[in-house]
């Protein structure tokens, strides 16, 4: 069973940053697309920021020009990089990965993590 498991979180002030790390446990054959969601109380869980595997990426429009997204294939980590923090951004933060755990899969899984807390207030 792949786990992602997440770091990084934590609580920060207006105009901080975060870096939130990103991993499957135990061994996989592949990953595509990772991506990072959050879930503030009381609403949806939204998109983030996505990156392929290639390094292509998307990023919601509250996201763009103050985080970034990346991934370190050697490592199967992705990374969010958080400038320029809001108390609009506190949310709980989910990471996402599209899975090939063994090489006769014929189709990736999506995986989850745990969510880590990021908390925004002065």
């Known amino acids: 069973q792949v786990q992602l498991v997440e770091s990084g979180g934590g609580l920060v002030q207006p105009g901080g940053s975060l870096r939130l790390s990103c991993a499957p446990s135990?061994?996989?054959?592949?990953?595509?697309?990772m991506g990072w969601y959050r879930q503030a109380p009381g609403k949806q869980r939204e998109l983030v920021a996505t990156i392929t595997s290639d390094g292509s990426t998307t990023y919601a429009d509250s996201a763009k020009g103050r985080f970034t997204i990346s991934r370190d294939n050697a490592k199967n980590t992705v990374y969010l990089q958080m400038n320029s923090l809001k108390p609009e951004d506190t949310a709980v933060y989910y990471c996402?990965?599209?899975?090939?755990?063994?090489?006769?899969?014929?189709?990736?899984?999506?995986?989850w993590g745990q969510g880590t807390q990021v908390t925004v207030s002065s």
């Open positions: 996402h990965a599209s899975i090939r755990k063994y090489i006769l899969d014929h189709y990736a899984r999506d995986y």
């Open positions: 135990g061994s996989i054959f592949s990953i595509n697309v």
